[in-house]
């Protein structure tokens, strides 16, 4: 247990360049602690303890605003970036060397008993408030961006962004990787190549008026119909009355 704790607190120094030191992590950090209570929690659960793993786990979501089920499955080298709003739902879960930020949702879409969480496989990073739904495998050396929402399954080395999440970039190893890159949005570049085209395009339609002819053929429009003069008979027959 104390081995683990260690290792926790130096993942978090490794992955996080704002922390100092050991103790920084170990008392500033709510991820850190979120991830402590969890692993005690889970070992509650494992061994039947069901009720206290759940009292446990509503105090550490009370102190830490990340909520972790303790039935939900966690890897090593897991670390929560300033965590606050983080759900793990209880079928999750989620393999070695996770890094995910705040506001990130690991939940479901179903009521039924079951596998209804996804499970998020080695070397992934979920950005901050995104949401992945369902029981859908997110592959290994992923990168999940902001405020994305996931509902299907996305390939391993692959960058998913956008409502709904849509791949990308999809490589095939590790080589392909690239820390800094840039995510781009695929409907943003569609609608920039549409008007990449409007210029020809309309060259296009001009030309074609002036092969057809159009502008001399057009009809002229109708004149409105002149109004129906009254009938005098009528008038001194009312003013007779």
């Excluded at 996305?154 to 999440?165: D, F, K, L």
Aim: charged content about 25%; some cysteine; overall charge negative.
């Amino acid at each position: 247990m104390f081995a683990q704790l260690k290792e926790d607190i130096q993942e978090a120094m490794v992955k996080d360049p704002a922390a100092r030191h050991f103790w920084e992590v170990l008392i500033c950090y709510p991820g850190v602690h979120a991830l402590i209570a969890y692993r005690f929690n889970h070992w509650l659960w494992k061994n039947n303890i069901k009720l206290i793993a759940r009292l446990f786990s509503y105090l550490a979501r009370w102190l830490t605003g990340i909520e972790i089920h303790p039935a939900a499955k966690i890897g090593r080298k897991f670390f929560i970036d300033h965590g606050m709003g983080v759900v793990i739902g209880e079928t999750s879960e989620i393999g070695d060397n996770v890094f995910i930020y705040h506001g990130v949702t690991l939940g479901g879409l179903s009521m039924k008993k079951g596998k209804r969480h996804p499970t998020i496989c080695d070397n992934v990073v979920i950005g901050a408030g995104a949401q992945v739904l369902g029981p859908v495998t997110v592959g290994i050396n992923s990168k999940i961006g902001s405020g994305s929402v996931v509902v299907q399954s996305v390939p391993e080395y692959s960058t998913v962004i956008g409502v709904p999440g849509r791949v990308v970039f999809s490589g095939i190893s590790s080589d392909f990787e690239d820390l800094e890159e840039t995510f781009q949005d695929p409907m943003a570049q569609a609608i920039e190549a549409v008007l990449d085209r409007l210029p020809q395009m309309e060259k296009d339609i001009r030309l074609l008026k002036d092969a057809l002819d159009l502008d001399s053929t057009e009809e002229e429009a109708p004149k409105p119909p002149e109004p129906v003069p009254l009938k005098t008979g009528m008038k001194k027959a009312s003013s007779d009355n």
